[in-house]
Each structure stands twice: as structure tokens, then as C-alpha cells.
């Protein structure tokens, strides 16, 4: 799998919209980028994830540049639960293995 | 609430003792997934079931058995623990973890604390 990069803290206004970079400079053309995010010591939850579009659901957005060497998620309206770590990874879906790296993630600070 | 539950919550034991970690999968979902969670390793993936059969094997140590029955629940069983071994244990599920070109998302469970003396 490709290794990511992300920043290991990130601080954000609350009703401001977050954006989380993540650099992937290393993705494969049939590696997918997924998000998780992990509050205080609870289990990952499930963001979003995409290939190389643009994704939107209920809880982010996801921008991946057209060279799909990074991405970035956005949380339009961040709120004081979205404190979390959240873990960008880079994955091809393969026969058999499906388990996912973690690396450190980005720790968001949402400020009141 | 992801769908996917573990028991217990938290686990206290001591050393050299042999517990047994269980989960339950989402509804529907095949695949079961255990990771170990520690102060200075973070998040890392230990064994994956597929339908009751062994799938992919992480960096589980041989004290560490898992096995996944056929209502598809899973257990996890450490033995010969450990200072090393408290950490936190998280199950996940996904409906396939097998071929066919389809992304096939992990949902995680809420872990069991496991605490040894």
C-alpha cells in the first residue's frame, strides 16, 4: 500500500470548515483513499473514501487532485465531536487481504 | 453505532493467564478483522477471517489465536499474556474482504480494554 503523509495536529474553529490535507505521492492507479477518524480511544469510524473523484456524504467531502498524488477532506461545518484523530489511507483492493495501515494521523482540535 | 459488537468492554488480568475476546459482526457482513491498538505502536492489523477461513495473518504473535465460527462471530483468544499485551483490541467487518475489484469498507467495533498485571 501507498504510504501517506499527513500533519500531526491540525486546530479549527468551530462552524469553521476543516480541511485535512493528506499527500500520496506514491498512489497506484487502482489504490483507493480512505478516510477514517477515531474520538478519544473509540473505533474508527468510517468517513468516506473515493478514486479519483470528488466524494460528498453526510458527514465530509472528499477532493482528490487530478494526478491523485493528494487528497484533502473537508468537514463544511466542524463542531466541537469532530475533535478526533483522523487517519487518511491509501489502499488497492486485492484478492484475499483487505486490511488497512494506519499511520499517525492528523489530531484535529476543534475550538469552541 | 457501527453494527459490529465486542464483549467485554474492559478486561483486567495478570500475567501468564489466557483470555478470550469476542465479536460480533455487522449483519450481512463475511469478512471479520482484528487489530491491536497500543500507547506506542497505534493501529495495527493482526488476522483477517473470511467466511470462517483464515484470509490474511498480520503481526499476530503466536500466543494470539482467532478463529471465526459459523454464525460468522469471531473470537480472539491471547494466552501466555504479557505487560506488552494491554492494549486495546478492535474488531471490524466488511460484507466481502475477497476479490472481485469492488472497494469493501471496514466498520469497527467499540474494542475491549485489555489491561494485564
Known amino acids: 500500500d501507498a504510504k501517506t503523509t499527513q500533519p500531526p495536529s491540525m486546530d479549527c474553529a468551530e462552524g469553521r470548515a476543516a480541511n485535512l490535507p493528506c499527500n500520496h505521492s506514491t498512489i497506484s492507479g487502482n489504490e483507493y483513499v480512505y478516510w477514517y477518524r477515531q474520538i478519544h480511544s473509540q473505533g474508527p469510524q468510517y468517513i468516506i473514501h473515493g478514486l479519483k473523484n470528488n466524494e460528498t456524504n453526510e458527514m465530509a467531502s472528499l477532493i482528490i487532485t487530478e494526478d491523485r498524488k493528494s487528497s484533502t477532506l473537508i468537514l463544511p461545518h466542524a463542531t466541537l465531536r469532530d475533535t478526533a484523530v483522523y487517519y487518511c489511507i491509501v489502499r488497492v483492493y486485492q484478492t484475499g487481504a483487505n486490511n488497512l495501515f494506519f499511520g499517525t494521523g492528523t489530531r484535529l482540535t476543534v475550538i469552541p | 453505532d457501527s453494527g459490529v459488537t465486542q464483549t467485554p468492554k474492559h478486561l483486567i488480568t495478570a500475567t501468564g493467564q489466557r483470555v478470550t475476546l469476542r465479536c460480533s459482526p455487522r449483519?450481512?457482513?463475511?469478512?471479520v478483522y482484528w487489530y491491536q491498538q497500543s500507547l506506542d505502536q497505534g493501529l495495527q492489523f493482526l488476522i483477517q477471517y473470511y467466511n470462517g477461513e483464515e484470509r490474511a495473518k498480520g503481526n499476530i504473535l503466536e500466543r494470539f489465536s482467532a478463529q471465526q465460527f459459523p454464525d460468522l462471530h469471531s473470537e480472539l483468544n491471547l494466552s501466555s499474556l504479557e505487560l506488552g499485551d494491554s492494549a486495546l483490541y478492535f474488531c471490524a467487518s466488511s460484507p466481502r474482504g475477497t476479490s472481485g475489484g469492488r472497494t469493501d469498507t471496514q466498520y469497527f467495533g467499540p474494542g475491549t480494554r485489555l489491561t494485564v498485571l
Open positions: 449483519s450481512g457482513d463475511l469478512s
